[in-house]
Each structure stands twice: as structure tokens, then as C-alpha cells.
């Protein structure tokens, strides 16, 4: 895919070891093609394990924290990966394929995935873990993509279980996997393709959506969609020191069926209470705030942002941050330090749009 990227005169910036497009014609512009109409990103950089053996699904309820075991085939669900204090190690996306399940992961945890996974599987005898380098993903997201892929080029071939409203769908014979899932608030698909000239090349497919005068979109428009849909990010509003109930992602961790690890440090939290909360913050000043800034109730230290940007949907500077529980109400008037000046901001939902 690089070489369509440098076609497309795209900014290319180095991203968790890959050399990525940051943006096209523009950050701004991009954005609001996907909350508008439609647009297609680049995501392969995306980690992708498969995990098959007799053992897979007993090795995904000891390290995830959802119930594998309740996702029916060819269905897909969110999880974490937590340490044993509860803190995330990464946040992933699980896709019951039948045979074998397969995980989505952060670029940048790819490795520490793999760690997990490796020193895990000496307690399971039958359980194989499979990285697939050979794959790439486009991601096609927006209020019209459901239009384009109608009409996609394989459709006419596919299996029974292609519907209009698409969870999850698998292509065996062209080697592409069809997801709807996303990372922007909007609908969309998402596309994992075989790296096989005699299957589907993803240049193909990207260049089919191209025709359709659908706009290419790089790492600024997606961290800027996430943030204003109040999606966490690694590194951000998760590492291993936060919990995913103070992210307010407790729906996907579940207490009844499984011992996940991290399991009783999460349960333990659950009963004693989160003392902080993930937040939505909304200015009016222009002073975009970053990470790491303090948030403050009078002259209390109540918090710090996580993620900030201009936000092109609502025109004025948005955050994500984590303050005291008791002080994370929608409407509650905070301030943030920046340059040594304090400024208003309101307390939100954590989606922003």
C-alpha cells in the first residue's frame, strides 16, 4: 500500500514502526469527508493473531476480559487484556471465524501481545498462536459507506450470509474478511485481505473506492474522529496502570463465567468503588489542550487530560481526561493549565459529536 499512499502525495510520518500517511490534503478536510459522506483509511498496521487449536477458546477466557464463549460464529466483540492489577495491557477486537478465532491489536502493543500470549500458552496443551504478516486492512468508514459496499465488486458471489445490516461477514473465496466495525462513531467496514496476487490485492480494493470518488483519509482524521466519538486510545486513555472500569468499558468485562487475568483486582475496584472517571471536556477558549494537563476544581488538582484537538465537527477545542468520580458530572465547570493560564472547560459525555 506504500506506494499508493506516495501516488496520492500523502504526508508519511513513522508510526509504531511502520511508515504510515498522517494526511492526504489535509487533516481537517478528511475528517469531515467521513462524518459527512465517506472515507477509507489505511489500517495495516493493525496487529492480527490468529488463535486455533482445541484449546483457543478455553486460552481467550484466561487472558480476555468479555466471555468468548457467548460470541456466536462469525460475530465479533470488543475486549481488553489486563495484567494482574487490573491495568490494560491492550484493547482488542476478538472474531469467532468457527474454526479459529482471530485478534485484532494496537500496532504498538503488537509485541507485548505476543509476549502475553506466548507466556500464557504453556498452560494450555493444545492452543496454536499464528501472527499473520500477510494481511492488510482498509477501513471504510462514514454515514454513506453502507452505499459502496452494496455495490462491491464481490457481492454478487458471496455467501448466503451477506445482509444489509452486516456484523460480521467472511469471503472465502477471493481471501477478504469483511467487518462492521470502525474507529471513528460513524458506520463502516472494515477490510482484511489476503496479501495474495491470485485473491484480493488490497490496491484493488483501495483503488475501487478511489473511482468511487470516496476520499482517502490518514492518522490525523482517524485520531481526530476517535477523540471527538470518545474512543480511548492506547497510551492515551489506557496503559497498564489504567483500569478498563475507570475508562467506563466495564460492559466488556465479564465477572460471571471466566477467571480472566486481573480478574480480582477488577472485581475488588468494582466493590470498592472507581475514584476516577473517564470525562468528555469541551472550550471555548482557542488554546487546544494536550496531554498531560492538569484539570482543577478551584485550586483542587482534580485530574489530567489524556487526548486533545480541535475538534473540525463542533469548531471549538474538545479533550478526553480522567477526573475524581465525584466531580465528573455533565455540566460541572472545570479549569485547565496551560501556559500558566487557567481555562474553562465544561464537563461532557465522553462522546463528544
Known amino acids: 500500500m506504500y506506494e499508493e499512499h506516495l501516488k496520492l502525495g500523502a504526508k508519511i510520518v513513522p508510526f509504531a514502526g511502520w511508515e504510515m500517511p498522517v494526511f492526504y490534503k489535509g487533516i481537517i478536510e478528511e475528517h469531515l469527508a467521513v462524518r459527512n459522506s465517506a472515507g477509507i483509511f489505511d489500517i495495516s498496521h493493525m496487529g492480527v493473531i490468529d488463535i486455533s487449536g482445541k484449546d483457543a477458546l478455553d486460552f481467550l477466557l484466561k487472558v480476555a476480559t468479555n466471555d468468548t464463549s457467548k460470541l456466536p460464529p462469525f460475530k465479533s466483540h470488543y475486549s481488553l487484556l489486563c495484567n494482574e492489577s487490573g491495568g490494560v495491557i491492550d484493547d482488542i477486537l476478538v472474531y469467532n471465524l468457527k474454526d479459529y478465532f482471530r485478534i485484532i491489536v494496537n500496532a504498538s502493543n503488537t509485541d507485548k501481545v505476543i509476549n502475553l500470549f506466548k507466556s500464557q500458552q504453556e498452560l494450555f496443551k493444545e492452543v496454536n498462536i499464528k501472527l499473520r504478516n500477510d494481511i492488510s486492512s482498509i477501513s471504510l468508514q462514514g454515514p454513506t459507506a453502507k452505499s459502496f ?124 468503588g472507581i475514584k476516577k472517571k473517564l470525562v468528555g471536556l469541551k472550550f471555548h477558549d482557542k488554546v487546544i489542550p494536550r496531554q498531560g494537563i492538569k484539570i482543577y476544581s478551584g485550586d483542587q488538582e482534580i485530574g489530567r487530560v489524556t487526548s486533545g484537538t480541535f475538534s473540525p465537527s463542533l469548531g471549538i477545542p474538545v479533550a478526553l481526561g480522567f477526573v475524581k468520580s465525584e466531580l465528573a458530572n455533565i455540566g460541572n465547570i472545570v479549569e485547565v493549565e496551560i501556559r500558566n493560564k487557567k481555562i474553562q472547560a465544561v464537563v461532557s459525555l465522553k462522546k463528544l459529536v
Open 149 to 272: 459496499v452494496k455495490d462491491f465488486p464481490a457481492e454478487k458471489n458471496c455467501i448466503e450470509e451477506w445482509k444489509e445490516i452486516l456484523q460480521y461477514y467472511k469471503y472465502e473465496k477471493e481471501g477478504i474478511l469483511i467487518s462492521r466495525t470502525g474507529y471513528t462513531g460513524e458506520d463502516g467496514f472494515e477490510f482484511f485481505i489476503e496479501n495474495d496476487p491470485y485473491k484480493g490485492r488490497p490496491e484493488q480494493i483501495w483503488e475501487y473506492f478511489l473511482d468511487q470518488g470516496i476520499r482517502p483519509c490518514g492518522l490525523g482524521a482517524r485520531d481526530t474522529l476517535r477523540l471527538e466519538a470518545g474512543l480511548p486510545l492506547y497510551g492515551h486513555e489506557y496503559n497498564e496502570t489504567i483500569t478498563p472500569l475507570e475508562v467506563g468499558y466495564g460492559w466488556a468485562v465479564n465477572f460471571d463465567n471466566h477467571n480472566f487475568i486481573g480478574k480480582e483486582a477488577l472485581l475488588k475496584q468494582k466493590q470498592e
